[in-house]
């Protein structure tokens, strides 16, 4: 008998890093997104097979792992940094840190879901719709709470983009946690219809009388019969594994009608609204970027780029993230060739480079008009984790604090800034912000009319790229607006509302583009409310285990 528990409990295991390692292959490199709605299903019931909290937090973990690890493993990338001075071992060593490290953040929000789910459960043996909610409520809680920290990235919304832009919409109503709650909502659904087939099972090999059982009288009180197995500690459901399916099936189906109905919405798009914006792809790799030859290279890159798209009668050029690697007052005292070209031209500039602030750098995103006058500044509110700064720094500075390429401190910019452009107010994000809904949400609704994101990913494989293009797709998709993206080396794009991408570059290469682009002023339930789910999902599902577990308290006489 112990040895068929051990055994078990290994199967339990596997089968937690199994269905992690599924929902690591939904987003890039090979984008199987279907697999996240049955995903989480194998670890919903190892917890419901669980003993202790301890084991179903481990299945968590293990879960976390597989799925953090698999999709973040695109961290390793910043390996090699000879060009950093970085010796090969001390970078490998790096590299992994920051991959382990940021692995088990993410991690550990998913040990603390199966944790708390086994806990509340055995505090009143919850009905399976009901755990359902709380599951549901309970993910998108965490999900809340890590997104407004400064490391984030995989929430379970993402492993939807950009492919399955219909269940994406469903962003406009509250966020990217409307996505997540369908998933883990539909997941829980199948998971309980598993768990019901294995109870059933049960039941018919043991046929043990429960005659005058109190729990069985509970349900019956409900209208409902069940017996629960010896060997399985969480209760199991009154309704036959088909109910559960079909509940899930229909509800899966519901979403899509309602995501369906939103994509559908013709985009009106008034002619004096319409903006051409030129983008260029500057390609430099990082290995040179801060050195001589990358600064000759990008001063001449971009100011080709700049009177290339000036010739085709663009109203506006931006820039990659940092695609100027120097302070740009300097570049406006010295007259820079690309200074020069605006001066020349007349097209106004939407120039990515660094800001001063006091003895610090800011990551800058400037606008520059054809008179030459900086007339905006936005600097950067969310510095990438290990990179432009370090998390913990009094614990693990020692360890990374060769990882930053600069010589001096990045310093974060003030989170409630408004870019102005003589076009209208526009939303921006730098790099690691796309991740951030709410950085995005919040210059919506402050009259944001367009979207200008600038990164440089070019020390990364082709994954981060194509990830980070997802995240833009769904912050178009939110906040109901055009996206213009410019990235150092690759995946720049343009997105319309709907989150389709009607031009993308290549990697690696050198591209410049010009589109045109609507200005917005539309405010999405999401926009306006910002995300209400989450608040409602705690209520519904606090109130239903309230309610419940009195009931089963005072049936069973404990």
Known sequence: MKISQRLWQVCLLLLSVFGGILMGLTPAPVEAWPLA??????????????????????????????????????????????????????????????????????????????????????????????????GTALWCSLEALWSSGSLWWSSLSYTQSPHNLIILHLGQLSGPTTVTAAI????????????????????????????????????????????????????????????????????????????????????????????????????IPNRIKLFPAGWRRAIEGYTTGYEALAAEGVDAVLTPETALPFSW??????????????????????????????????????????????VSRYDKVKLVPLGEYIPFEQFLGGLVNRLSPLDAHLVAGKPAQIFETPFGRAIVGICYESAFAKHFRRQAAAGGQFILTASNNAHYSETMPAQHHAQDVMRAIETDRWAVRATNTGYSGIVDPHGRTLWISGINTYEIHAHTVYRRQTQTLYVRWGDWLTPVLLGCAGLSWFVFSRRYRRVSGD
């Open 329 to 374: 007052i300097e570049q406006v005292r010295t007259q820079s060739s690309f200074y020069s070209a605006i001066l020349d031209q007349g097209v106004l500039a939407w120039v990515g480079g660094f800001g001063e602030e006091g003895r610090s750098i800011t990551n800058s995103l400037f606008t520059v008009r054809g008179t030459g006058e900086t």
């Open 184 to 283: 883990v909502a539909v997941n829980g659904l199948i998971s309980e219809a598993w768990i019901s087939y294995q109870h059933s099972r049960e039941q018919g090999r043991e046929r043990v009388s429960q005659k005058g059982n109190k729990r069985e009288i509970f349900y019956q009180s409900l209208g409902k019969s069940a017996t629960p197995s010896p060997h399985h500690p969480i209760t199991s459901s009154p309704y036959r594994p088909i109910t559960y399916i079909s509940m899930a099936l229909g509800l899966l189906i519901l979403l899509h009608l309602i995501g369906f109905s939103l994509y559908s919405r013709p985009l009106v798009q008034a002619p004096q609204a319409a903006l051409k914006v030129g983008i260029i792809q500057g390609n």
């Open 37 to 134: 709605w049955i995903a989480l299903v194998p670890l919903w019931f190892a917890v419901a097979n669980g003993q202790k909290l301890r084991q179903c937090a481990l299945y968590g973990l293990l879960w976390g792992i597989g799925y953090h690890g698999l999709a973040l493993f695109w961290i390793t990338g910043v390996h090699p940094m000879d060009w950093m001075g970085v010796p090969w071992l001390a970078s490998i060593a790096i590299a992994l840190f920051c991959w382990i490290f940021i692995t088990l953040w993410g991690a550990a929000l998913v040990a603390i879901w199966a944790g708390f789910l086994f806990w509340l459960n055995q505090k009143s043996k919850l009905l399976a719709v009901i755990r359902v909610l709380i």
